[in-house]
């Protein structure tokens, strides 16, 4: 069985830009979370999609936002980048109900 | 406040020795989930092991075994039998409630761990 897949890896943006990231689960997973690691703040949650429906959201600005299709593939998007933006995104997957969370292999996001 | 503390930043041990690396946690819910990933150079999170607030057992996974004291707040994993590939970073997280609709897991700051020949 397939991985979660991200794409793309690597992205370099300039400041202002915006930019689209895409996450395709693990066949059968129905959710998809998304993080932003950084060195300074960690790992920190950003939104979790089931049913193309967002479930729950973390502390980040508006600027971040994203959404699910019907094939539970996700998308997420930063609009008006800014520097602090570089970052490791990453995308899980998990069966609804189950506690196993499936990470892909990120998308490094660089700033300048 | 911080909810899961990793309060070592880097470990070494000796190929085939065990380790213990520690994490605690913090919450009022009786009902909570814990978890280990493991994150090699290349960036994707392992999922290694997990453990239930209610589960009477400790959690083990191969080499992998989690030392769970609840009272204590504390979700040690223990990795017998150290191999150079186990070289990482590794994050403990906890996600309350464990089931329902809500699955943001809370990580670490994560322990850097190093296996030397």
């Known amino acids: 069985k397939a991985g979660v897949t991200q794409t793309p890896r690597y992205l370099i943006k300039t400041r202002g830009q915006q930019v689209t990231l895409s996450c395709s689960p693990i066949?059968?997973?129905?959710?998809v979370s998304w993080y932003q690691q950084t060195p300074g703040q960690g790992l920190q949650f950003l939104f979790e999609?089931?049913?193309?429906?967002?479930?729950n959201k973390g502390n980040f600005p508006g600027r971040f936002s994203g959404r699910q299709f019907s094939n539970s593939r996700s998308e997420m998007n930063v609009s008006t980048l800014e520097l602090g933006d570089s970052a490791l995104y990453l995308c899980?997957?998990?069966?609804?109900?189950?506690?196993?969370?499936?990470f892909g292999p990120g998308t490094r996001l660089t700033v300048l | 406040a911080q909810k899961i503390t990793q309060t070592q930043p880097g470990m070494f041990v000796q190929e085939k020795e065990a380790v213990t690396l520690d994490c605690t946690y913090d919450?009022?819910?009786?009902?909570?989930?814990l978890f280990w990933y493991k994150q090699p150079s290349s960036g994707e999170m392992i999922f290694l092991i997990y453990?239930?607030?209610?589960?009477?057992q400790n959690a083990t996974e191969g080499r992998y075994s989690l030392n769970f004291q609840k009272a204590r707040k504390s979700a040690n994993l223990v990795i017998s039998a150290s191999q150079l590939g186990d070289s990482a970073m590794y994050f403990c997280?906890?996600?309350?409630?464990?089931?329902?609709?809500?699955?943001?897991?809370?990580f670490g700051s994560g322990t850097q761990l190093t296996v030397l020949p």
């Open positions: 453990q239930g607030s209610y589960d009477e």
């Open positions: 997280a906890m996600r309350e409630p464990p089931g329902g609709s809500a699955r943001q897991l809370t």
């Open positions: 899980a997957s998990s069966l609804w109900g189950v506690n196993e969370q499936f």
């Open positions: 066949s059968g997973h129905r959710s």
């Open positions: 999609y089931f049913s193309e429906t967002q479930r």
């Open positions: 919450t009022s819910d009786q009902s909570y989930g």
